[in-house]
């Protein structure tokens, strides 16, 4: 099993900057594929961003692409998405996720974390 903690959220004007992190307990999370998503009110669940287990391959949906990033430091047991530019329309409760490759994680995610909220103010 994985335990994943999300944090980072809060309030912050559009145009500004969050880094969320998300610590995983129980097991490294050093094999498996991690990612982000998020859910905004009266809306599904979508997908955000995805990482390989080494980190060096990447996958965004493009309504993030060029404003956030995905990084995992495996030492730390930690994955983080950095956003940039934030807008109204990012206002959402952003979830952690670990899956067992970063493509099907997309799809089938094997653990979730409890979520965090993020608000961008216009």
């Known amino acids: 099993q994985v335990q994943l903690v999300e944090s980072g959220g809060g309030l912050v004007q559009a145009g500004g900057s969050l880094r969320l992190s998300c610590a995983a307990s129980?097991?490294?999370?050093?094999?498996?594929?991690m990612g982000w998503f998020r859910q905004a009110p009266g809306k599904e669940r979508e997908f955000v961003a995805t990482i390989s287990w080494s980190g060096g391959s990447t996958y965004y949906a493009d309504s993030v692409k060029g404003r956030f990033t995905i990084s995992r430091d495996n030492a730390k047991n930690t994955v983080y998405l950095q956003m940039n530019s934030l807008k109204p329309e990012d206002t959402a409760v952003y979830y952690c996720?670990?899956?067992?490759?970063?493509?099907?994680?997309?799809?089938?995610?094997?653990?979730w974390g409890q979520g965090t909220q993020v608000t961008v103010s216009s």
């Open positions: 996720a670990a899956g067992s490759n970063y493509i099907v994680l997309i799809s089938t995610p094997n653990y």
């Open positions: 129980g097991r490294t999370i050093s094999r498996y594929a």
